[in-house]
């Protein structure tokens, strides 16, 4: 393998999945998996466990970011993540079950239709209009989202942190904030789960690869979770929904070149 190639791949990965998860909470593996299956021929298995293992110290700093600034539901992030942590084992055991050329056609998509949403119609609600949900509504409404996400987390990495921002905004009316912080908190358990299942079943990954990429990753989320915790909502929004719109059709492109 390209030393060059390799270090200038890994950075650009790296780059596009740290902002991608500081500011979004999204998974790496919507931008490093394509690349590195596209640029560096890397089994596509192998790819979403470096993707998600890079997720994991990414994902911490920016929740501990987020949580600093009080911008993270820590007790209802716990209850989705119990079923969210169990049912991405399941989604990644099935992941290898099936053709690889399945995986990540939805999250790419998706990830392109929320940043377009977050342009269009921007998450405004407030911490005020959080704490009037019931709580045994939310608690409910976490469990059962959970296992759906969590499945879709294992299944094809990039989904499950679309998903989580798509529900932690819509369904259960986090403002913009709370709902990357709360992602990012369970998206640092359910990315170790996954990352630890892939390798268990696929091996260990390409070493070099494999700590470029986090160290990148790690580098871009710091950066970008410090700046989110300090805009508007307003700038927020733009900012989120610019870098997924720019993300999904990156990735699409490398798709379509792969």
Not at 33 to 47: C, K, N, R, V
Not at 91 to 97: A, K
Request: net charge positive; aromatic share 10%.
């Amino acid at each position: 393998m390209n030393t060059i190639l390799m270090i200038i791949v890994t950075f650009f990965a790296g780059m596009g999945a740290g902002l991608g998860t500081g500011f979004a909470g999204m998974s790496a593996a919507a931008v490093i998996s394509p690349m590195l299956i596209t640029f560096l021929g890397m089994d596509p298995y192998m790819a979403v466990g470096i993707a998600l293992s890079s997720d994991v110290l990414a994902s911490a700093v920016s929740a501990y970011t987020y949580g600093k600034n009080k911008n993270l539901d820590v007790k209802n992030g716990l209850i989705m993540m119990v079923s969210v942590l169990a049912f991405t084992v399941v989604g990644s055991y099935v992941s290898s079950l099936v053709p690889s050329t399945t995986m990540g056609n939805f999250s790419v998509f998706m990830t392109f239709l929320l940043g377009i949403k977050f342009i269009v119609k921007p998450v405004m609600t407030t911490k005020e209009a959080m704490e009037k949900v019931s709580p045994k509504k939310r608690a409910v409404q976490s469990l059962i989202c959970g296992v759906m996400i969590g499945f879709i987390c294992g299944f094809i990495g990039a989904g499950g942190g679309m998903m989580m921002l798509l529900i932690l905004t819509s369904v259960l009316g986090y403002e913009l904030k709370t709902a990357v912080g709360t992602s990012v908190f369970i998206m640092t358990f359910t990315a170790f789960t996954g990352a630890v299942s892939h390798f268990a079943i696929g091996g260990m990954p390409n070493i070099a690869v494999w700590i470029l990429c986090i160290v990148f990753t790690l580098l871009w989320a710091r950066i970008a979770a410090v700046f989110a915790n300090k805009a508007t909502p307003k700038t927020l929004n733009r900012a989120t929904g610019v870098i997924l719109v720019v993300l999904g059709i990156v990735v699409m492109a490398f798709s379509i070149l792969n």
